[in-house]
């Protein structure tokens, strides 16, 4: 297991298009997030999935944003009409807490740029 | 409302010195915090960790210090190298639930050879 992956790397999409991302996270990780990070801010907070329950969803995430964990394993995250404020960089983490330890760990992001 | 605080935007140290990174919160329900590191391009990279029922934990060249009352935590790295250059983002977990990350604006390191 290589880690955490997402496709596409980056993204160029015009403005009110769709667009997908996938992220696949490291195999025995049962819990899944979604983060956005925006210029010279901190990753934030989309949403949570435990298996394939997704359990907690920020008001960052509109109702233009959709995330899916079909049998707890790869989650897509889809933006429909895109707008150029969705411009931004996409993470995805997976983690499993082991007695009182947790990491999560992020994929490489996929780079969304609306024009 | 910034719940973590990253008050330096950047720190420029020379090679083989102690970096230390700042980091501050608000949050008295935060039970957990971690320390990763982001290269331009790439996702974060875990470094280190504490639990809030210790005050110091070591791995290497990395020791993180937690000092609650205060709600403040700080990063060392003893000896800086160049190779260290990077975003630093401090990170918070809320108790309980979903175990989400709350981040920093991160701190931009540049060790200097």
């Known amino acids: 297991d290589t880690g955490v992956s997402q496709n596409p790397r980056h993204k160029i999409t015009k403005r009110g298009q769709n667009v997908t991302f996938r992220c696949d996270p490291i195999?025995?990780?049962?819990?899944l997030y979604w983060y956005r990070q925006t210029l010279g801010q901190g990753p934030e907070f989309l949403t949570y999935?435990?298996?394939?329950?997704?359990?907690?969803k920020s008001r960052l995430l509109s109702d233009r944003f959709s995330a899916e964990r079909p049998k707890g394993s790869f989650s897509t995250l889809e933006i429909q009409r895109t707008e150029q404020g969705d411009s931004a960089m996409y993470l995805c983490?997976?983690?499993?807490?082991?007695?009182?330890?947790?990491?999560?760990?992020f994929g490489q992001g996929t780079r969304l740029t609306v024009v | 409302d910034q719940q973590v605080k990253q008050n330096s935007p950047s720190l420029s140290v020379q090679e083989g010195r102690i970096s230390i990174l700042n980091c501050d919160y608000t949050?008295?329900?935060?039970?957990?915090f971690l320390w990763y590191k982001k290269y331009p391009a790439e996702g974060p990279t875990f470094l280190i960790s504490i639990s809030s029922i210790k005050d110091k934990n070591e791995d290497g060249r990395f020791t993180v210090f937690l000092n609650k009352s205060a709600k403040h935590l700080s990063l060392h790295i003893v000896p800086s190298q160049p190779g260290d250059s990077a975003v630093y983002f401090c990170a918070a977990i809320p108790q309980g639930g979903s175990e989400k990350l709350v981040f920093g604006k991160g701190t931009k390191l540049t060790v200097n050879p």
């Open positions: 983490a997976s983690s499993e807490r082991q007695g009182g330890d947790t990491e999560a760990f």
């Open positions: 999935f435990q298996n394939e329950a997704q359990l907690e």
């Open positions: 949050n008295s329900m935060f039970d957990y």
């Open positions: 195999s025995e990780h049962n819990r």
